[in-house]
């Protein structure tokens, strides 16, 4: 097989620039010695790595002072969990939008921390258009609003950012972080798994104002307090070292691409030439509203389903790759984070068409 392009959900295809750094470098870090795995995270060299991986995140995303950046661990997963234990502050309530797979995951962690209020869903259209900001039911006595702008599942994504009054918000970008501008001061706190956008698995990161800070429940282990981590710039233990440095490459690549905006321009073009195919094809079909479509994650699904194992199998054949659809929806879904060129969309494009000729 000789040239491949991967359609992961996550983990996910990484720029092949950071993988050929990351190989030039993997014995011998800058001429220290030492590969990146084997260093102290408290020496000089891996201080210089967690420095740039915090600077260059602050600057891409134009990350106001007043906010903390965390890189630990236990995916976005556990902050599910630890967000509430954070942050309840005291309070007894949170409201949840429940957009897909992903809210429903995050609403059920929060429930054992406080009354969940969902205050809105798209449970009956299954999940294929988001909730009109006119019909969510918000409760001004809750500690925050929690979302997920990008339902890596279902393929829906939020276009812009809802407003809810003096509410923290609370975002799950773990899906569509990096892939285009957003004002961080309109948030309390966004996190992320890094595996989608940023980098390999094992760097959660979690983006958060000062002021919801210093209030976590008592008993919380300092390892999950976020103002005890932020004290100690995510090194209250061994972080993940190399992780961190390989979310630091992706970092300095996207710099070098342009930044946010440019990327923002290409993910636009990507999403809208795969969008477009789809539409105008027969035997392909997204279901979701053409308003709340994803441009991270683009699920299809083939008018005769017989067909889909023989298509990802030629896929597979002419390097396409993991194409297959969550099994919660079944299909198939494409994600072009990032780390995707325009070239491997256009390409997968023309394999679609083609097989659609051909079956
Ligand atoms: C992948 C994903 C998660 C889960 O991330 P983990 O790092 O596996 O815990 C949560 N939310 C969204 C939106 C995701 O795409």
């Not at 990484?14 to 030492?34: C, F, I, R, T, Y």
């Not at 285009?180 to 992320?192: H, M, N």
């Not at 890094?194 to 959660?204: D, H, R, V, Y």
Request: net charge negative; hydrophobic share 40%; charged share 20%.
């Amino acid at each position: 097989m000789t040239s491949t392009y991967n359609f992961s959900a996550g983990p996910s295809v990484l720029p092949v620039d950071v993988l050929k750094q990351a190989q030039e470098e993997m014995l011998n870090w800058q001429n220290s010695g030492m590969s990146v795995m084997e260093m102290s995270h408290r020496g000089a060299e891996f201080m210089s790595i967690a420095k740039n991986l915090h600077q260059d995140l602050r600057e891409l995303m134009n990350i106001p002072d007043n906010y903390k950046i965390l890189f630990l661990q236990g995916g976005a997963t556990a902050q599910f969990s630890f967000i509430p234990a954070n942050i309840l502050a005291g309070k007894t309530k949170a409201c949840y939008i429940n957009t897909g797979a992903w809210s429903e995951k995050a609403i059920k962690s929060a429930k054992p921390y406080c009354d969940v209020i969902i205050s809105a869903s798209s449970e009956n259209n299954k999940h294929t258009a988001i909730p009109d900001r006119s019909e969510w039911q918000l409760d001004e006595q809750a500690a925050y609003l929690h979302y997920t702008p990008n339902e890596t599942i279902h393929g829906v994504e939020f276009a812009g950012v809802p407003d809810v009054g003096d509410l923290p918000l609370v975002a799950d970008m773990s899906s569509n972080i990096l892939s285009k501008e957003i004002d961080v001061s309109q948030f309390g706190l966004i996190y992320a798994g890094s595996q989608k956008n940023m980098g390999p698995t094992g760097a959660t990161i979690v983006i958060v104002r000062d002021d919801l800070l210093g209030h976590a429940q008592v008993g919380l282990p300092d390892i999950f307090n976020y103002e005890k981590q932020a004290a100690q710039d995510s090194m209250l233990n061994t972080p993940a070292t190399y992780n961190w440095y390989l979310v630091g490459l992706v970092l300095q690549w996207l710099k070098a691409q342009g930044g946010i905006a440019a990327m923002e321009e290409i993910n636009k073009r990507k999403a809208a030439a795969l969008y477009t195919a789809i539409d105008q094809s027969s035997l392909y079909s997204n279901p979701v509203a053409k308003a709340d479509r994803s441009r991270m994650n683009v699920p299809f699904i083939l008018a005769n389903k017989d067909l889909d194992a023989t298509f990802l199998k030629v896929a597979k054949i002419q390097g396409f790759l993991s194409l297959k659809g969550h099994r919660s929806v079944g299909g198939m879904r494409a994600s072009i984070y990032n780390a995707m060129p325009e070239s491997g969309v256009s390409a997968l494009i023309q394999f679609m068409a083609e097989f659609e000729r051909t079956h």
